[in-house]
């Protein structure tokens, strides 16, 4: 209690040199909330993108599709997908299914060629699965059974194409062969990531398939869970139920499983641990050279001190418990003042549309930070730890200073 | 109409196809001779035959039945009577490659990068059915010698590119030296890659003319992958109206 009481009150004797070891921490601590909260925010983000652009929480293929992608293998796709559908739909973990086809094309306009990515959804499904209607930006969605389509604002503004235009795509069908067929624009979609803003189009499902040759087939189905159930757990149960419903051909595949974007991002977590671990350290420098500081002013009272019999472990102690408060005050700052910035941002989003151009992720151009406790409260301790910890070092010093040569001075 | 042919075979991907005149004395000839033999035997006003493309590959066969006409060297129509691709329309004028589609609102002419595409997934491109000069207007040909095909003696020759309106800047050609028709091709990129070769199975002789009705064609660049042709029936010196191999009537 006595050393505590000394200790702080060390600390106040010189404020301004205390604060700047203080500021040292803080910025440290501020900096990784913010990096901490921006990692969660992009984690969520791509979470959500994955889940709903581009795999599903679970996504059903052929289990060969994937070995063939590059040869854009339509034929093995899940076939009379309607009757799958429907059990799908009476599983109680399922909230909403999508089927799709994706195929690579060629678009056709006045001579010239362009090469687009087209998709085949069921509009009134996507309405619900993707919140289709919210990215519409121009026009309306196309309807089921129509040669509508919606195209995406980077490649209508590639191909100057506007609501009301025709195109016409060529592209390879299920039996290998090629086919075309002409689409109206009924609407222009802007996505929140780049990946489906640049030759990027969706047409019904319905005349995919006609034109396809699909005939009943889709190439996946993406499934959503209802909260509470475990992506990881559904797959492995979907995939014995597809066996028993004598479809052994086709994979159930829980999303972290499929894309790389998220297991990027979830390095970046990683490696943002071993950032922060540096700039604690480097933060730690400042406490650790006002310690050293302190302890060469104070070595008359030091040696006074041990003289009047305080052991060197106590004397360790007094100075660790300085640097302790220095690094404890610096990093509740530093937290508070992360929380402080995170918290505006985590509302109005940070915009890096220009850095995201033309970038193949699904990571939205927008990204907004989400405060997370568990790394915010980890924070906090890893930097008073850290900087506690490196003051260790001089603490120790101010132990082995004798008495009789600090009192020499006097 | 051995052009003809080979554009009607082309169409389907051949570049070549051969009736023989007369057999000559090995190396009596020039490699020239040789090549305006063979295109002499080319020569017909029209065709007309119907057929079938087998695509193999390694997703298993795949079989295509077409109808086509053709009118001299440069003029050919496809029309494929599959299922799958039943109406759908290949159109070939001078170096013009024009696709109709049933669905389609606008007839789809090919250049640039999608000549390269492959026609209905097959082993032969759109490319290959361009380039309707005669072989020694588009390419410099040499006598390389004497090789054994199927156990016919052949002329081997080379040709190369004069320029860049082919699409193989050098072709290697098996001529049978007696009935002076192409046994085998092999088609070379730039850096001296092998991209295809045909081989011709099957001919067949009418009005004096003997042409190929079976052959295959391998590209190279693909694995497993090869494309046979087999020209069911053919009609040589038929009437059939200039206007159709007009963009118009294409849409009908």
């Given at each position: 209690?006595?050393?505590?009481k000394?200790?702080?009150?060390?600390?106040?004797?010189?404020?301004?040199?205390s604060?700047?070891?203080m500021?040292?921490v803080a910025i440290?601590?501020m900096?990784?909330?913010?990096?901490?909260?921006m990692?969660e925010?992009?984690?969520?983000?791509?979470a959500?993108?994955?889940?709903?652009?581009?795999?599903?929480?679970?996504?059903?293929?052929?289990?060969?599709?994937?070995?063939?992608?590059h040869?854009?293998?339509?034929h093995?796709?899940?076939d009379?997908?309607?009757?799958?559908?429907?059990?799908?739909?009476?599983?109680e973990?399922?909230?909403?299914?999508s089927?799709?086809?994706?195929?690579?094309?060629?678009?056709?306009k006045?001579?010239?060629?362009?090469r687009?990515?087209?998709q085949g959804?069921?509009?009134?499904?996507?309405?619900?699965?993707?919140?289709?209607?919210?990215?519409?930006?121009?026009?309306?969605?196309p309807?089921?059974?129509?040669?509508?389509?919606l195209?995406?604002?980077?490649?209508?503004k590639?191909?100057?194409?506007?609501?009301?235009?025709?195109?016409?795509?060529?592209?390879?069908?299920?039996?290998?062969?090629?086919?075309?067929i002409t689409?109206?624009?009924?609407?222009?979609s802007?996505y929140?990531?780049?990946?489906l803003n640049?030759?990027?189009?969706?047409?019904?499902?319905d005349r995919?398939?006609y034109?396809?040759?699909?005939?009943?087939?889709?190439?996946?189905?993406?499934?959503?869970?209802k909260e509470?159930?475990?992506?990881?757990?559904f797959?492995?149960?979907?995939?014995?139920?597809l066996?028993?419903w004598?479809?052994?051909?086709?994979e159930a595949?829980?999303?972290k499983?499929?894309?790389?974007t998220?297991?990027?991002?979830?390095?970046?977590?990683?490696?943002?641990?071993?950032?922060?671990?540096?700039?604690?350290?480097l933060g730690?420098?400042?406490?650790?050279?006002?310690?050293m500081?302190?302890?060469f002013?104070?070595?008359?009272?030091?040696?006074?001190?041990?003289?009047?019999?305080?052991?060197?472990?106590?004397?360790?102690?007094?100075?660790?418990?300085?640097a302790f408060?220095i690094?404890?005050?610096?990093?509740?700052?530093g937290?508070?003042?992360?929380?402080?910035?995170?918290?505006?941002?985590?509302i109005?989003g940070?915009?890096?549309?220009?850095?995201?151009e033309?970038?193949?992720?699904?990571?939205?151009?927008?990204?907004?930070?989400?405060?997370?406790?568990?790394?915010?409260?980890?924070?906090?301790?890893?930097?008073?730890f850290?900087?506690?910890?490196a003051?260790?070092?001089?603490?120790?010093?101010?132990?082995?200073?004798?008495?009789?040569?600090?009192?020499?001075?006097? | 109409?051995?052009?003809?042919?080979?554009?009607?075979?082309?169409?389907?991907?051949?570049?070549?196809?051969?009736?023989?005149?007369?057999?000559?004395?090995?190396?009596?000839?020039?490699?020239?001779e040789i090549i305006?033999?063979l295109?002499?035997?080319?020569?017909h006003e029209?065709?007309r035959?119907?057929?079938?493309?087998?695509?193999?590959?390694r997703?298993?066969?795949?079989v295509?039945?077409?109808?086509?006409?053709?009118?001299?060297?440069?003029?050919?129509?496809?029309?494929?009577?599959?299922r799958?691709?039943?109406?759908?329309?290949?159109?070939?004028?001078?170096?013009?490659i024009?696709?109709?589609f049933?669905?389609?609102?606008?007839?789809?002419?090919?250049?640039?990068?999608a000549?390269?595409?492959?026609?209905?997934?097959?082993?032969?491109?759109?490319?290959?059915?361009?380039?309707?000069?005669?072989?020694?207007?588009?390419y410099?040909?040499?006598?390389?010698?004497?090789?054994?095909?199927?156990?016919?003696?052949?002329?081997?020759i080379?040709?190369?590119?004069?320029?860049?309106?082919?699409?193989y800047?050098?072709?290697?050609?098996?001529?049978d030296?007696?009935?002076?028709?192409?046994?085998?091709?092999?088609?070379?990129?730039?850096?001296e890659?092998?991209?295809k070769e045909?081989?011709?199975?099957?001919y067949r002789?009418?009005?004096g003319?003997?042409f190929?009705?079976?052959f295959?064609?391998?590209?190279?660049?693909?694995?497993?992958?090869?494309?046979e042709?087999?020209?069911e029936?053919?009609?040589?010196g038929v009437?059939?109206?200039?206007?159709r191999?007009?963009?118009e009537?294409?849409?009908?």
């Amino acid at each position: 209690m006595k050393l505590r009481k000394i200790a702080w009150r060390n600390i106040r004797r010189n404020t301004r040199r205390s604060i700047l070891s203080m500021s040292a921490v803080a910025i440290a601590a501020m900096a990784f909330v913010f990096l901490f909260s921006m990692i969660e925010g992009m984690k969520q983000d791509v979470a959500y993108n994955l889940q709903t652009f581009v795999t599903g929480e679970v996504r059903i293929r052929h289990s060969e599709f994937e070995k063939y992608k590059h040869l854009n293998p339509l034929h093995l796709g899940v076939d009379n997908y309607t009757a799958l559908a429907e059990r799908l739909e009476s599983m109680e973990a399922v909230r909403t299914i999508s089927p799709r086809i994706k195929f690579p094309t060629a678009i056709y306009k006045e001579g010239s060629t362009y090469r687009a990515q087209g998709q085949g959804v069921d509009f009134e499904r996507e309405a619900e699965y993707q919140g289709l209607e919210e990215y519409v930006v121009k026009g309306r969605m196309p309807r089921n059974g129509q040669n509508e389509v919606l195209v995406a604002t980077g490649l209508a503004k590639e191909m100057n194409l506007d609501i009301g235009d025709n195109f016409t795509l060529l592209t390879q069908t299920r039996g290998r062969g090629m086919n075309a067929i002409t689409f109206k624009i009924t609407g222009l979609s802007h996505y929140q990531f780049d990946g489906l803003n640049n030759s990027f189009f969706q047409a019904p499902l319905d005349r995919v398939q006609y034109f396809l040759r699909m005939d009943n087939s889709v190439s996946e189905i993406l499934i959503k869970l209802k909260e509470n159930y475990s992506a990881e757990e559904f797959a492995a149960g979907l995939n014995s139920s597809l066996t028993d419903w004598g479809r052994p051909q086709l994979e159930a595949r829980m999303w972290k499983d499929i894309s790389q974007t998220y297991s990027f991002v979830v390095m970046a977590d990683a490696i943002y641990f071993i950032i922060a671990l540096m700039f604690f350290l480097l933060g730690s420098t400042v406490i650790i050279n006002t310690m050293m500081m302190t302890i060469f002013e104070r070595r008359k009272e030091i040696g006074t001190i041990n003289a009047m019999g305080m052991t060197g472990p106590e004397i360790v102690r007094l100075f660790f418990l300085e640097a302790f408060f220095i690094a404890a005050i610096g990093s509740f700052v530093g937290v508070l003042a992360g929380i402080g910035i995170t918290y505006p941002t985590s509302i109005y989003g940070l915009n890096f549309s220009a850095a995201m151009e033309g970038v193949d992720m699904e990571v939205s151009q927008i990204l907004r930070p989400v405060l997370n406790f568990k790394s915010t409260l980890f924070v906090f301790l890893y930097s008073t730890f850290i900087a506690s910890v490196a003051s260790f070092i001089p603490s120790r010093k101010s132990a082995k200073i004798k008495p009789v040569e600090a009192l020499r001075a006097i | 109409m051995h052009t003809a042919h080979k554009k009607t075979l082309l169409l389907i991907g051949i570049l070549l196809s051969v009736s023989m005149l007369s057999s000559l004395p090995l190396f009596a000839i020039s490699a020239e001779e040789i090549i305006r033999k063979l295109e002499e035997n080319q020569v017909h006003e029209t065709a007309r035959s119907e057929g079938k493309m087998i695509i193999n590959d390694r997703f298993g066969e795949k079989v295509t039945t077409f109808k086509s006409w053709a009118e001299g060297e440069e003029k050919t129509l496809i029309e494929f009577t599959s299922r799958q691709e039943r109406g759908q329309k290949i159109l070939r004028t001078d170096d013009e490659i024009y696709l109709y589609f049933p669905d389609a609102a606008e007839v789809i002419r090919l250049q640039g990068a999608a000549l390269r595409d492959s026609v209905l997934g097959s082993d032969m491109s759109y490319e290959d059915m361009t380039g309707g000069k005669g072989l020694l207007d588009s390419y410099r040909a040499t006598l390389l010698g004497t090789e054994k095909i199927d156990g016919q003696e052949c002329y081997k020759i080379e040709l190369k590119a004069k320029g860049r309106g082919v699409p193989y800047p050098r072709e290697i050609l098996w001529v049978d030296s007696e009935i002076f028709v192409t046994r085998r091709v092999h088609m070379f990129s730039l850096s001296e890659k092998l991209l295809k070769e045909m081989r011709i199975e099957e001919y067949r002789s009418l009005k004096g003319k003997t042409f190929p009705v079976r052959f295959i064609i391998e590209d190279k660049m693909k694995r497993n992958s090869s494309t046979e042709f087999v020209i069911e029936s053919i009609e040589i010196g038929v009437d059939i109206p200039s206007s159709r191999f007009s963009l118009e009537e294409l849409t009908w």
